[in-house]
Nanobody
Framework: QVQLVESGGGLVQTGGSLRLSCAVS????????MGWFRQAPGKEREFVAS????????HTSDSVKGRFTISRDNAKNTVYLQMNSLKPEDTAVYYC??????????????????WGQGTQVTVSS
C-alpha cells in the first residue's frame, strides 16, 4: 500500500511563495513517477507538474511555467512543489499523485494510481 501525505499549504499574498511537500510511504518510491495537480472550486482537477522517478526530467504546465518547480528527494521519499510569484488564480486544493513508471510525461489524472488527501493553497489579492 502506498500512502501520500501533502503539507505546506496555507494563505499567502499575491507575489508570495510556498513550498509544498508530499511524503510517500513504501519502498518503491524510487520506481515511481510523481505529479502535482490542483483543483479549484467548481473546476476540474488540472495538471500542474510531474517528475520522473530519478528526478532528472520534469514537465510543467504552461500556466505555472517559470513560477513553479517540482523536485524530489529519493532518500527522503518526498516530492516538492516550490511555488513562487503566486497569483489569486493559483488558489486551489493541491494534490500529489504517484504511479509506477520512470517518465515525467504523465499529465492526466487517470494515469496515476495513488493520491494524497490534498492541501489548500489560498492566494489573497
Amino acid at each position: 500500500q502506498v500512502q501520500l501525505v501533502e503539507s505546506g499549504g496555507g494563505l499567502v499574498q499575491t507575489g508570495g511563495s510556498l513550498r509544498l511537500s508530499c511524503a510517500v510511504s513504501g519502498r518503491t518510491f524510487n520506481n515511481r513517477a510523481m505529479g502535482w495537480f490542483r483543483q479549484a472550486p467548481g473546476k476540474e482537477r488540472e495538471f500542474v507538474a510531474s517528475i520522473s522517478s530519478s528526478g532528472g526530467s520534469t514537465h510543467t504546465s504552461d500556466s505555472v511555467k517559470g513560477r513553479f518547480t517540482i523536485s524530489r528527494d529519493n532518500a527522503k521519499n518526498t516530492v516538492y512543489l516550490q511555488m513562487n510569484s503566486l497569483k489569486p488564480e493559483d488558489t486551489a486544493v493541491y494534490y500529489c499523485a504517484a504511479r509506477r513508471g520512470v517518465y515525467a510525461g504523465y499529465t492526466v489524472t487517470s494515469e496515476y494510481d495513488y493520491w494524497g488527501q490534498g492541501t489548500q493553497v489560498t492566494v489573497s489579492s
